[in-house]
């Protein structure tokens, strides 16, 4: 395969999201609580993988799609208003912003890199939610194909998937997170050498704070790159942060994701 890019192409009209059906489904009285969310996925354990956090992050992330189109309000980092109508108003949303057919990236890793890469990659997310039913049989979707049956086959040689008698394959739990440290973790190590600094992984829970000095793309995504004097870590990037490069910033790691307290504000940005 040569150098191919996943991207998806479409029209414009769009159909509503399951991620708007839940956010739907969990908000209470017209607010819907990342909390809340977490607590309830972690109570039913469906989510594969187990990536509760990344999972709930990934229907915030869908809100702040939203909030800049002015359909749904943020009160803070728990809470979000929600409009009785969210589903048809955001399905409204997504058709109406293009009239014309629009190609939207996926990953900006292509298929080859994808397959022996260290991190999470959108390969790893279609693997383990069973993703292939979309997949054509031909061209692109036959290349994806081909593309998630190796890294399906670099897992196992990896330790981090296993084949049984049946020729079902199981992950490793939580291995999205478990690929996104291993990679930060490389990545770190080999900044460390440029820098001159050490570089320590920040771990969950934990608060972060020095100078935002930068970013950069691995395959797990887009991370900030956050300087003290004597050390740096990588946490994941939000776009709340772009403005804010050259400053002091300080935040809290939360499974895959960053709490930022930014500046002069008393609120947490998410």
Known sequence: MGRTVPGQLGPAEAAARPSDRTITAIAK???????????????????????????????????????????VERIDADQWRIPD??????????????????????????????????????????????????LAPTGFGQQVREAMDQRREHHIEQGDATRSRDSRVFYRRNLLAILREREVAGVGSDMALSKGLPFRAATDGESVSGKFTGTVHLSSGKFAVVEKSHE????????????????EVMGIVQGGSVSWQLGRQRGLER
């Open 29 to 71: 009285d017209g607010i819907y609580r990342p909390s809340r969310h977490l607590e309830q996925a972690k109570f039913e354990g469906r989510v594969p993988g187990g990536d509760y956090e990344g999972y709930v992050d990934a229907h915030v992330r869908r809100l702040e799609a939203l909030r800049r189109a002015g359909i």
């Open 232 to 247: 740096f870590t990588l946490v994941p990037w939000r776009p709340i942060i772009d403005r804010q490069l050259g400053r």
């Open 85 to 134: 109508d969210l589903v048809s108003r955001a399905a409204a949303h997504d058709a109406g912003r293009d009239s014309q057919a629009s190609v939207r990236v996926l990953s900006p890793v292509d298929l080859n890199k994808q397959i022996g890469s260290d991190g999470a990659t959108w390969l790893d997310r279609r693997l383990i939610h069973g993703e292939t039913a979309d």
